[in-house]
């Protein structure tokens, strides 16, 4: 599986969430092997796309969700998106935190602690996707042509960041 940097439509940009949740889902298994290293590795490259998908989701795909507010169903107010923007940011900086210093410091990592503290990001990052699965990629991907064409050609400007960073 590899990340989507020239979508032809939004709802391609699905491909990058799921690519993001295999990701997650090798970096937890690395650390129930105790194999701290790559698992961070693993960790840091999944927190920059991310951070590229949540920057793309803000100054790109937003921006033309709310000129489609007639559009706009109750459940994908684009204030949700900007608040679970700020909290996903939030938690996987302290993860990235608290892997670095177990690094750092040789220390012993608690994995049950940190998969129990992760059940708590992974249910954000899932709900997160599905409300940009079922309202922001469809929406946008409903606008004429022209407007559809030009946002994509800035979202593949955005995810050429991640070039390089996949396996």
């Known amino acids: ?3 989507t940097l020239s979508p032809a439509s939004f709802s391609d940009l699905k491909k990058n969430l799921e690519y993001c949740d295999s990701r997650f889902l090798e970096h937890q298994l690395l650390l129930m092997h ?5 698992a961070f590795a693993i960790f840091e490259q999944l927190v920059q796309i991310r951070k590229v998908h949540l920057s793309l989701m803000e100054q790109c795909l937003l921006p033309a969700f709310i000129k489609t507010k007639d559009k706009i169903p109750q459940g994908a107010k684009p204030l949700y998106f900007e608040r679970e923007k700020k ?6 900086n302290s993860y990235v935190r608290k892997l670095a210093n177990t690094l750092l410091h040789s220390a012993k990592l608690d994995i049950v602690g940190l998969f ?7 249910d954000l990052l899932d709900h997160h996707d599905a409300r940009e699965k079922a309202f922001l990629f469809p929406t946008l991907d409903a606008l ?5 064409a030009e946002i994509l050609e800035d979202v593949s400007v955005h995810l050429a960041m991640l070039k390089g960073l996949t396996q």
């Open 1 to 3: 599986m590899t990340l």
């Open 34 to 38: 105790r194999k701290i290293d790559p």
């Open 87 to 92: 909290q996903i940011l939030k938690y996987l």
């Open 116 to 122: 129990e503290d992760y059940a708590w990001l992974k």
């Open 144 to 148: 004429n042509e022209k407007r559809r």
